[in-house]
């Protein structure tokens, strides 16, 4: 094995013990505020809960879209390793404070250490870079769609681990802070495993270019990149809108808990890790447009589906669906993104990538809990219009590409 694939597969590793960490709150955040009795004393609760809910999941994407790009900016100036290691560390600490603060039922604090946490999370942006260097050796498609499953492995247990380990009924040592400790101590041993193993890719040593100071600017000015982050930004969002809001459906229609919203997110995992590292090759050899294009039509068809049928069981028919079309486009549409830029950039791209996601899940979060103030459906249909609207960006940015090779 090359250093190249030993790299990848090290920041692979990272990458899943990272996201497993995020993931097991994943389903304790809605009962904390849709359940009764409810979690936090009355006299915190000072604006709807719907509402606090949207705020509370806000918090740590808002921060990450300031957070992202910074990190991805600097990790091109002065190397992948030192930015990754600083984001682990930073961030376990940051998960630390919302056990603390969730044990204490303390909402501001926890909200605050939400923002906190997501400030300084800048795992997917470097990983994705790392990946982008080692380009000569391994195929783009093929590393991110590892990475992407390697984060979407972690949404398929974090989620059943966080609902057990918050479940107080199973055991007097379970509580809805726990989660949070575990997760820092998979940061910890994340932060152990980079210091170790991982080496910075040679074509990103040394990198003192002054123009990195600017590439966020410089990659702005190009009109197709702009237009294919505008599409990226929009396609993202309208999974984030399923991710946060598909849990509040499944509480008011069914009455679900943390283990049954665990279920289903890990259903909704296995098909998005199927798509990413299985799916993903046999596409290749297809049309890269055509298959984006289809994918988000099929994906925006499918949400609005899922809210007809009235028993459980239907989720297990569209689910499947949603979370193969989420591993292809999440895969391809940032590989297709990635393409158009030079390599010097490929850190503060990625950190657009992400910051855009981000500041768009923090609006979700508000946008959504306004909605579900009036039906909990809303968000389906609101992320099929964003999946659509993303289509239609990339559709004119394919365009614009066949005038320029015609």
């Known amino acids: 094995m090359s250093q190249s694939q030993k790299t990848l597969w090290i920041t692979v590793l990272v990458t899943s013990l990272s996201f497993l960490g995020m993931a097991f709150p994943y389903p304790i955040m809605a009962p904390l505020f849709f359940s009764e009795p409810l979690y936090f004393p009355a006299q915190n609760l000072f604006l709807p809960p719907a509402i606090l809910y949207g705020l509370t999941l806000a918090a740590y994407p808002f921060a990450q879209f300031f957070g992202s790009m910074w990190l991805g900016k600097i990790s091109d100036k002065i190397g992948r390793k030192p930015i990754l290691k600083f984001s682990i560390l930073v961030t376990s600490l940051g998960f630390l404070l919302s056990a603390k603060t969730l044990y204490d039922h303390n909402l501001v604090l926890f909200i605050f250490s939400r923002f906190l946490t997501g400030f300084f999370e800048g795992h997917v ?29 972690g949404f398929l247990i974090g989620p059943l681990i966080g609902g057990t380990l918050a479940d107080e009924s199973l055991s007097t040592l379970f509580n809805p802070s726990l989660p949070f400790v575990v997760a820092a101590v998979l940061g910890v041993l994340s932060l152990i495993i980079v210091s170790i193993y991982i080496q910075e890719p040679k074509k990103n040593k040394g990198s003192t270019q002054s123009k990195t100071t600017d ?15 505008i599409a990226s930004f929009f396609v993202t969002l309208s999974f984030d809108v399923l991710y946060q809001f598909f849990p509040v459906f499944l509480v008011e229609r069914w009455q679900f808990n943390e283990f049954d919203i665990a279920m289903v997110t890990t259903v909704l995992s296995m098909f998005m890790i199927l798509s990413q590292t299985i799916l993903i090759s046999k596409v290749k050899r297809f049309n890269r447009q055509y298959i984006i294009l289809c994918g988000a039509i099929i994906y925006s068809f499918m949400l609005v589906l899922t809210t007809i049928p009235k028993m459980p069981i239907s989720l297990y028919l569209t689910f499947p669906i949603l979370g193969m079309c989420i591993g292809l486009l999440g895969t391809l549409v940032p590989v297709h993104v990635s393409d158009q830029a030079p390599n010097e950039y490929q850190g503060a791209l990625m950190g657009i990538l992400m910051g855009s996601r981000s500041l768009g899940d923090a609006g979700i979060c508000i946008l959504g809990s306004i909605a579900v103030n009036y039906s909990y459906l809303l968000p389906f249909f609101l992320g099929a219009i964003t999946m659509l609207i993303g289509a239609c960006a990339l559709l004119f940015d394919f365009k614009q590409s066949q005038k320029v090779l015609n």
Do not use: H, M, P, Q
């Open 125 to 153: 942006a470097i990983a994705r870079a790392i990946a982008i260097d080692l380009g000569d050796e391994i195929d783009k498609s093929k590393s991110f769609g590892w990475l992407n499953a390697a984060a979407t492995s």
């Open 215 to 229: 590439s966020n600017y410089s990659l702005l000015k190009n009109v197709n990149i702009r237009y294919l982050i």
